[in-house]
């Protein structure tokens, strides 16, 4: 579903980015790991175009996206969430989900801004993730596993085929932690492609599918979580000096 080929990003003489290649499948949950800087949030900011990419080719179902502004690709069936959440303080949850309702044309703009079909779709999001009591806070008041609930059902809300997700479980406590596990298996099951960033191994080894593994800017190592825990290589990327032999 999502092809990435010879992705640089530079910033000056630095390469965040350094001719990266992956292909995530159809259907699949697919984790990108790496240290610190390996370039995992810089590879989504370029897929997802939130930053230009210096050069390489970016695919989606074969059609090539990385020249498109980032609503054209979101149309087209990419959705992603980020590392801090970005939801609008002075908004309440249910706007902040419905603001994120694919536009189809300048007749919309002739609408209500919150039509009651979106209301409903909306309403439904919060209802599976199990947070409608929290539909009418504002953003401001959630707390900070609210609000990465929050841009999981803001991220539904435009019919992606595939969601990317930022550290989606990062500074949440346990219980929050398997309800969103819970949530992305049961989406994943209903047909939605996942690729997430995630620096929980534990998570990240019972729940992918593939581990593809960053570092230093360029794919090191690409397989099953129990590949990806056995290779000499993604050993030596995170604990240093790890000789092949011992591994």
Known sequence: MLEVRQ??????????????SFEVEKGTITALIGPNGAGKTTAFNCISRTVPITSGEIYLDGQRIDMLRPHQITRLGLSRTFQISRNLSDMTVLENIICQAQINGWRDFMKPAMPKAEVDKAMGILDFLGITRIAHEDGANLSYGQKKLMDLAALLMSDPKIILLDEPAGGVNPTLLEEIVSHIRILNK???????VEHNMELIMRLSHRVIVMAHGSVIANGSPEEVQKDPKVLDAYLGGVDEEAA
């Open 190 to 196: 209903q047909g939605l492609t996942v690729l997430i």
């Open 7 to 20: 992705l640089c990003k530079h910033y000056g003489g630095i390469k965040a980015v350094d001719q990266c």
